[in-house]
């Protein structure tokens, strides 16, 4: 284990060095939370919560999440795939490392891109007016959580990386998985007002966990069980598809 974690660390600081050079990601990781942020606040601020300050304490702690783990979920696998495509992965496989760490490395370099695009997040809520509402500590332990979760759900990506050949397709799947995972949530409005059917894959959508127990770790609301099935889901996750992720890595040609 603590070799495993010493060369997937090795690989990480080669995946920040190739993002230093071309920081796409991590723009990306930024402008697309943010670009909600601001549509759906002065759009819709207004009829959905009576003002753009009340939307906005309920939306931004969905636009963490979504800038924790699901706008990664459009370059993970991406980035993986490239890599593979180029050959990168083949040198790789001729070093005495674990056959996880390569894998494992890049999504950490992606950990801690969502560190940074976190902090710039909070840093642009912060200028539109959100505050914090409860303690240092349940902030931190929301950032946390989303950052936890952004990491197992990074995963699903990863196999999709390994599995397709072309980096298009990886692109596209990514997307198509991104849409219902990140609208069909409690993103927008509370899952009660929403039409029944949706409002039943809202319920069981572990995006929708992650952003309520994230809105009421930030407001100081009552956090219920959503950090519960936040951790659990998590957990599901990464035991399912790292497994799958790491057997389809050894097996590609």
């Given at each position: 284990?603590?070799?495993l974690?010493?060369?997937s660390?090795?690989?990480?600081?080669?995946?920040?060095?190739k993002?230093?050079r071309?920081?796409?990601?991590l723009?990306n990781?930024?402008?697309?939370?943010?670009?909600?942020?601001?549509l759906?606040?002065y759009?819709?601020g207004g009829?959905?919560a009576g003002?753009?300050?009340?939307?906005l304490?309920y939306?931004?702690?969905?636009?963490v999440?979504?800038?924790?783990?699901?706008?990664g979920?459009?370059?993970s696998?991406?980035?993986?795939n490239?890599?593979?495509?180029?050959g990168?992965?083949?040198?790789?496989?001729?070093?005495?490392?674990?056959?996880?760490?390569?894998?494992?490395?890049s999504?950490?370099?992606?950990?801690v891109?969502?560190?940074?695009?976190?902090?710039?997040l909070?840093g642009?809520?912060y200028l539109?007016?959100f505050?914090?509402?409860?303690?240092?500590?349940?902030?931190?332990?929301?950032?946390?959580?989303a950052?936890?979760?952004?990491?197992?759900?990074?995963?699903?990506?990863?196999?999709?990386?390994?599995?397709?050949?072309d980096?298009?397709?990886?692109m596209?799947?990514?997307?198509?998985?991104?849409?219902?995972?990140?609208?069909?949530?409690?993103?927008?409005?509370?899952?009660?007002?929403?039409?029944?059917?949706?409002?039943?894959?809202?319920?069981?959508?572990?995006?929708?966990?992650?952003?309520?127990a994230?809105?009421?770790?930030?407001?100081g609301?009552p956090?219920?069980?959503?950090?519960?099935w936040t951790?659990?889901w998590s957990?599901?996750?990464l035991?399912?598809?790292?497994?799958?992720?790491?057997?389809?890595?050894?097996?590609?040609?």
């Amino acid at each position: 284990m603590p070799a495993l974690l010493r060369h997937s660390l090795v690989l990480a600081g080669r995946s920040l060095t190739k993002s230093a050079r071309n920081p796409g990601a991590l723009v990306n990781g930024v402008v697309t939370p943010t670009l909600f942020l601001l549509l759906f606040v002065y759009l819709f601020g207004g009829s959905v919560a009576g003002s753009t300050d009340a939307y906005l304490d309920y939306l931004f702690p969905g636009i963490v999440v979504m800038g924790a783990g699901l706008s990664g979920l459009l370059s993970s696998g991406l980035s993986i795939n490239i890599d593979m495509r180029k050959g990168v992965f083949d040198r790789f496989r001729s070093l005495p490392i674990a056959r996880s760490a390569p894998l494992l490395g890049s999504l950490l370099a992606d950990l801690v891109r969502y560190v940074v695009a976190v902090a710039l997040l909070f840093g642009i809520g912060y200028l539109m007016g959100f505050r914090v509402q409860s303690d240092p500590g349940s902030a931190l332990a929301a950032v946390a959580l989303a950052l936890a979760f952004g990491f197992c759900l990074s995963w699903v990506t990863v196999l999709l990386g390994v599995l397709v050949r072309d980096e298009n397709a990886v692109m596209g799947f990514a997307f198509l998985a991104v849409i219902p995972l990140m609208l069909g949530t409690s993103l927008a409005a509370p899952v009660d007002t929403l039409p029944g059917w949706l409002g039943t894959w809202a319920n069981v959508n572990p995006v929708s966990h992650a952003m309520d127990a994230a809105r009421a770790l930030l407001t100081g609301t009552p956090v219920g069980d959503s950090v519960t099935w936040t951790l659990g889901w998590s957990a599901a996750i990464l035991a399912v598809f790292c497994p799958l992720a790491v057997a389809a890595y050894g097996r590609r040609r």
